[in-house]
């Protein structure tokens, strides 16, 4: 047991340490260890304190080539105390995992994997048993010691490998160089299982030669490698789903061998992702993604499958603009009306409408827009013919006084929803509907969907209507009897013509509604939301 002397002291050079002191605490702590040197917590205190000011040193040079001499020596130092303490304690992954930290740190990469494989086999073989050493560490804070040693021996050893694969200019020897590379990076990603940049490089090496290679000549082998890549990356993505390299490097690989649709898929599956890892620990190559922070790291990545998007849509357009026929672009922008209407059935079982009796509705009246009688579910094409219909039809409920007070003329509106539609006939004499214009397809295609509100069927939606409807002209009907100085009944008007609003969207656009493929055309003139 240590005495009550040291932990005290000790406690107090951490709490310096904490409050940034660190060459105050530094100091202490030598002092501690030079008349302790036998005690535990002194020498691991000794140690993580020259850990942490040989970074804060690194970090106040940051951006010269050279490695300051004092970060040099307090890792040597540290070292030192930290092999002291491992001959006290030798069975403490704590001190293993700090110790092959700071070896990383002193670019003695073996030394560092050696020192981590002893820390994870202790903590594999057996609970860690409760140390007094102030470096001792929660399970998660472990962890999170051996992703920081294996992520900077990972990208150590890809920025060596990559720089093995293409040192010659030679081809026969730059040929048996990349494959010794290429054999090495296979054994990184079995060393290191969990690190994605180490299962990435394999097939990144592998790439990188084939391209190199193909300009030298056509290699048959080409395609089958490249397949066999493929097939690795989509694995690689598989095993790192949160990896924003493995995703890139599957979407690029897919968009190299014409898979436009899997690489588009993969690009809005990364750029979903809710918990993507920091570039800096998967990036490849190595340093690739620069950013002050993971949040700008993680943008840098997102601008990057951006471009990969945008490539692909100029493939697309250049493959409409070159590669396609006339028929084959009008057959694109058609669809049958009885193909549309499946469709329909599919998403809307309740609502006996049916897109033919739309179109036939447009051919008679050259309007895709009809107001509905509330009444008699009669159709019309303006507002003022269905108020003469109601006067005259349902003279009981509407009163004849209304046509005299009322201006049933409800602005026009564009039905620019629908504009860009032709009725006609395919070859095969089918009714069918053919956007005039591919952007006007699109775009309608592609209106976002109102999110996060469920709307009514539409059947129940038309019931609502019309109860409300009913209401309002009885309303109607009682204050008539007051006109002409009752003010209420201007306010009914004005909301009654409202509640008819609903009723003059086409029932086309209602289709385009439906809660899992409905428009936002709140901002179209036919909204009645
Ligand atoms: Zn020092
Ligand atoms: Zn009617």
């Known amino acids: 047991m240590e005495d009550g002397d040291i932990t005290a002291r000790a ?35 000794q140690g993580d ?46 001190i293993a ?39 001792s560490s929660t399970p998660r804070e472990r962890r999170q010691s051996y992703e920081r040693v294996i992520n900077r021996l990972v990208a150590h050893e890809a920025g060596r490998l990559m720089d093995v694969a293409k040192s010659d200019d030679v081809a026969a020897k730059r040929k048996l160089q990349a494959l010794q590379a290429l054999k090495e990076a296979r054994d990184l990603a079995k060393r290191f299982p969990g690190s994605a940049r180490a299962r990435l490089l394999g097939p990144f090496l592998e790439l990188e030669y084939m391209l190199a290679a193909s300009r030298e000549h056509k290699d048959p082998a080409w395609s089958k490698g490249l397949e066999r890549l493929v097939c690795d990356a989509v694995g690689a993505a598989k095993e790192f789903p949160n990896s924003t390299a493995a995703a890139l490097f599957q979407a690029r690989l897919l968009f190299v061998c014409g898979n436009h649709i899997d690489a588009e898929g993969e690009c809005h599956r990364a750029l979903a992702l809710k918990h993507p890892t920091d570039p800096v620990e998967d990036c490849i190559p190595t ?6 922070d993971s949040q700008s790291r993680l943008s840098s990545v997102t601008g990057l499958f951006h471009d990969l998007l945008d490539k692909i849509l100029q493939f697309a357009e250049s493959f409409w603009e070159n590669c396609l026929t006339s028929e084959k672009r009008q057959s694109f922008l058609s669809v049958r009306i009885d193909a549309l209407e499946n469709e329909c059935r599919m998403v809307e079982h309740s609502y006996d409408f049916s897109v033919s009796s739309a179109c036939s509705f447009f051919k008679e009246h050259k309007s ?35 046509l005299d007070i009322v201006d049933p003329t409800v602005e026009p509106e564009s039905d620019c929803l629908l504009e860009g539609l032709l009725l006609c006939k395919d070859s095969e004499n089918h009714d069918t509907i053919c956007f005039k214009e591919r952007d006007e397809m699109f775009r309608l295609l592609f ?55 609903a009723e003059r969207e086409p029932s086309i656009v209602r289709i385009f509604r439906h809660p899992s493929r409905k428009p936002n055309v709140a901002n179209t003139p036919t909204s009645s939301a």
């Open 11 to 45: 406690k107090r050079i951490v709490e310096l340490k904490r409050d940034g002191h660190i060459a105050a605490s530094l100091e202490k702590a030598e002092a501690l260890a030079a008349e302790h040197p036998r005690s535990l917590t002194a020498v691991c205190l």
């Open 49 to 94: 304190l020259h850990y942490s000011a040989a970074i804060g040193a690194r970090a106040a040079t940051a951006g010269s080539e050279e490695e300051p001499a004092d970060a040099e020596s307090h890792l040597r130092r540290g070292r030192d105390a930290l092999l002291m303490a491992k001959s006290l304690a030798p069975d403490n992954a704590d």
């Open 97 to 135: 995992v700090a110790l092959a930290d700071l070896l990383a740190e002193s670019s003695m990469y073996l030394e560092a994997e050696a020192e981590l494989r002893r820390a994870m086999d202790m903590d594999a073989a057996a609970a860690p048993k409760s140390s007094q050493s102030p470096v």
């Open 287 to 292: 340093g690739s993604i620069r950013g002050q």
């Open 368 to 402: 895709w827009r009809s107001w509905v009688c509330l009444l008699c579910s009669a159709k019309h094409t303006s507002t003022r013919s269905l108020l003469k219909h109601m006067v005259k039809k349902h003279s009981r409920s509407v009163l004849r006084r209304l």
């Open 447 to 501: 209106l976002e969907p109102n999110r996060g509100e469920v709307a009514k069927p539409v059947d129940k939606f038309h019931q609502d209507q019309q109860s409300q409807g009913t209401l309002l002209l009885e309303n109607i009907k009682k204050n008539m009897a007051n006109l002409p100085t009752h003010k209420s009944t201007t306010y009914e008007m004005s909301r009654c013509a409202n509640g008819a609003k």
